[in-house]
């Protein structure tokens, strides 16, 4: 990899914060910001709209390649439509883990991912951004919470966006979809060794926030 461009790889489950820490870090660091899971996201999207069976691990690979996507506005475009919510419904939520089991899929959103790596810096946040697509990371974080925090945060979330939801039934669904995570053979959910671990289940965003700076600043010797 012939790029030297700094890389903060931030990765851990669901509901961990860890999306809210990685934009706030490249805030602070006027670095890009790519939030993974949104690109598993939107070509799951797609195949639900196509009608494409989730087991057809070549289908779906054909539709992650040719995604015609755009983030502007702080907003996430599919084929021109703003699709920001519909990536974030708990249909998509659970059809995305078993889409993102496929190693076609992603093999296929592999250059995409690579491909924000720009000037001055980039701060990737997923599962497997450390370990697979940016190996050679300045700085790789393992970000989680106990179950029932993340349960907590997620459940607050739904509340504010006007969704109702039982506590039993989002800490059934965290659980289910870490254990699908986690069980895949390609790029699982996994504390693989060169990421430090940040448990924020006692944190506050800006002490996570905080913490995640301090590590990058000693390993840049900024
Ligand atoms: O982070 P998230 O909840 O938006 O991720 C959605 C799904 O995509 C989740 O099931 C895990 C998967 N994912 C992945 O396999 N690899 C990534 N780099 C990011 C997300």
Same mark, same amino acid.
């Given at each position: 990899?012939?790029?030297?461009?700094?890389?903060?790889?931030?990765?851990?489950?669901?509901?961990?914060?860890?999306?809210?820490?990685?934009?706030?870090?490249?805030a602070a660091l006027g670095f890009?910001?790519?939030?993974?899971?949104?690109?598993?996201?939107?070509?799951?999207?797609?195949?639900?709209r196509r009608g494409a069976p989730?087991?057809?691990?070549?289908?779906?690979?054909?539709?992650?390649?040719?995604?015609?996507?755009?983030?502007?506005?702080?907003?996430?475009?599919?084929?021109?439509?703003?699709?920001?919510?519909?990536?974030?419904?708990? +249909? @998509?939520?659970?059809? %995305?883990? !078993?889409?993102?089991?496929?190693? *076609? &899929?992603?093999?296929? /959103?592999?250059?995409?991912?690579?491909?924000?790596?720009?000037?001055?810096?980039?701060?990737?946040?997923?599962?497997?951004?450390?370990?697979?697509?940016?190996?050679?990371?300045t700085l790789k974080v393992f970000?989680?919470?106990?179950?029932?925090?993340?349960?907590?945060?997620?459940?607050?979330?739904?509340?504010?966006?006007?969704?109702?939801?039982?506590?039993?039934?989002?800490?059934?669904?965290?659980?289910?979809?870490?254990?699908?995570?986690?069980?895949?053979?390609?790029?699982?959910?996994?504390?693989?060794?060169? +990421? @430090?671990?940040?448990? %924020?289940? !006692?944190?506050?965003?800006?002490? *996570? &926030?905080?913490?995640? /700076?301090?590590?990058?600043?000693?390993?840049?010797?900024?």
């Amino acid at each position: 990899m012939n790029n030297h461009t700094p890389v903060i790889a931030i990765d851990g489950p669901s509901a961990s914060g860890k999306g809210t820490v990685a934009e706030r870090v490249a805030a602070a660091l006027g670095f890009r910001y790519l939030d993974s899971g949104v690109l598993y996201r939107v070509a799951t999207l797609q195949a639900l709209r196509r009608g494409a069976p989730l087991e057809d691990a070549e289908a779906l690979a054909t539709i992650a390649r040719d995604l015609e996507i755009a983030f502007r506005d702080g907003k996430l475009w599919l084929e021109g439509e703003d699709v920001t919510e519909a990536v974030r419904t708990e +249909a @998509v939520s659970a059809a %995305t883990s !078993r889409v993102a089991a496929s190693p *076609a &899929v992603r093999e296929a /959103l592999l250059a995409r991912q690579r491909a924000f790596r720009e000037g001055p810096g980039l701060v990737a946040d997923g599962r497997d951004m450390g370990s697979v697509v940016f190996p050679d990371a300045t700085l790789k974080v393992f970000l989680t919470a106990d179950v029932a925090t993340r349960a907590e945060r997620r459940h607050k979330q739904l509340m504010e966006k006007g969704m109702c939801a039982k506590m039993a039934d989002v800490v059934e669904e965290l659980r289910q979809r870490d254990a699908r995570d986690s069980a895949r053979p390609v790029a699982p959910l996994r504390h693989y060794p060169d +990421a @430090v671990f940040l448990d %924020t289940t !006692r944190l506050t965003i800006d002490q *996570a &926030v905080g913490q995640v /700076l301090a590590w990058y600043r000693e390993r840049a010797g900024a």
